[in-house]
């Protein structure tokens, strides 16, 4: 199902075990980010011993100014590569993570499903989005237990880390978790997907469910466009 780590800065580091532990069992690319002088950087590999290697580097030079997004990933959609490795930019200063299987859009053979979400939706937004509690909100209904981690550099939102269905993940040590793959093998229990969709229940009695929030986005220019009708105070 792929994990997420997030390491606020200052807290920390993970460990070399860890990290190991992270990409044996999460084996289908990996990817870090964090910030250098307000800018984000991403580092994606396909090869675990770089990636540990580096993210070493980015822990130790790094961890105390910046926080850092993780990602290992178990490829459920889309071909094995580079180009579905997470973080993912949805513009220049913000860039996001995802743990779970997105039935609210669909994948194509070559591009994952969060990927799509990524071009479908996110891309969509306002760039301000994530200040909105609604939109956080509203994205944690869509994407029902999955989790999301966003790292921005966005000069007009208050913090650099926003995490989407935080409470459903693991801290330890200050450092969160997605799941509990960042322990041995044989302490990871097997992950059962269901066939869960991405519903929301408007506050007009409709339910719009699967990929129909894409007309939304295009009668309303992105979702972030629709919910300011409602005059929704950031927070």
Same mark, same amino acid.
């Given at each position: 199902m792929c994990i997420i780590a997030n390491i606020p800065k200052g807290v920390g580091v993970i460990n070399e075990s860890t990290l190991k532990n992270m990409t044996n069992n999460n084996s289908h690319g990996f990817g870090v980010s964090y910030i250098k002088d307000d800018e984000i950087e991403i580092y994606k590999t396909m090869i675990s011993s770089e990636f540990i290697s580096n993210v070493m580097n980015i822990q130790k030079e790094h961890s105390k100014t910046s926080?850092?997004?993780?990602?290992?990933?178990?490829?459920?959609?889309?071909?094995?590569?580079? !180009?579905?490795?997470?973080?993912?930019?949805?513009?220049?200063?913000?860039?996001?993570?995802?743990?779970?299987?997105?039935?609210?859009? !669909?994948?194509?053979?070559?591009?994952?499903?969060?990927?799509?979400?990524?071009?479908?939706?996110?891309?969509?937004?306002?760039?301000?989005?994530?200040?909105?509690?609604?939109?956080?909100?509203?994205?944690? !209904?869509?994407?029902?237990?999955?989790?999301?981690?966003?790292?921005?550099?966005?000069?007009?939102?208050?913090?650099?880390?926003?995490?989407?269905? !935080?409470?459903?993940?693991?801290?330890e040590n200050g450092i969160w978790f997605s799941n509990s793959s960042y322990k041995s093998r044989n302490l990871v229990t097997n992950y059962a997907y269901d066939n869960l969709t991405c519903d929301y229940n408007w506050d007009d009695g409709y339910v719009y469910s699967g990929t129909d929030y894409v007309s939304i986005i295009e009668q309303h220019g992105s979702i972030a466009d629709y919910l300011s009708s409602s005059n929704d105070d950031p927070s």
């Amino acid at each position: 199902m792929c994990i997420i780590a997030n390491i606020p800065k200052g807290v920390g580091v993970i460990n070399e075990s860890t990290l190991k532990n992270m990409t044996n069992n999460n084996s289908h690319g990996f990817g870090v980010s964090y910030i250098k002088d307000d800018e984000i950087e991403i580092y994606k590999t396909m090869i675990s011993s770089e990636f540990i290697s580096n993210v070493m580097n980015i822990q130790k030079e790094h961890s105390k100014t910046s926080d850092i997004l993780i990602h290992c990933r178990i490829a459920t959609s889309g071909n094995t590569d580079i !180009e579905n490795c997470h973080p993912f930019k949805v513009d220049d200063n913000t860039v996001f993570a995802h743990n779970g299987v997105l039935t609210c859009v !669909e994948p194509t053979v070559a591009m994952s499903d969060t990927r799509m979400f990524n071009k479908v939706f996110l891309k969509n937004m306002q760039p301000n989005f994530l200040g909105s509690k609604k939109v956080r909100e509203f994205i944690g !209904e869509i994407i029902n237990t999955d989790k999301m981690v966003f790292q921005t550099t966005n000069p007009v939102l208050n913090k650099n880390t926003y995490i989407i269905n !935080e409470n459903l993940g693991i801290t330890e040590n200050g450092i969160w978790f997605s799941n509990s793959s960042y322990k041995s093998r044989n302490l990871v229990t097997n992950y059962a997907y269901d066939n869960l969709t991405c519903d929301y229940n408007w506050d007009d009695g409709y339910v719009y469910s699967g990929t129909d929030y894409v007309s939304i986005i295009e009668q309303h220019g992105s979702i972030a466009d629709y919910l300011s009708s409602s005059n929704d105070d950031p927070s």
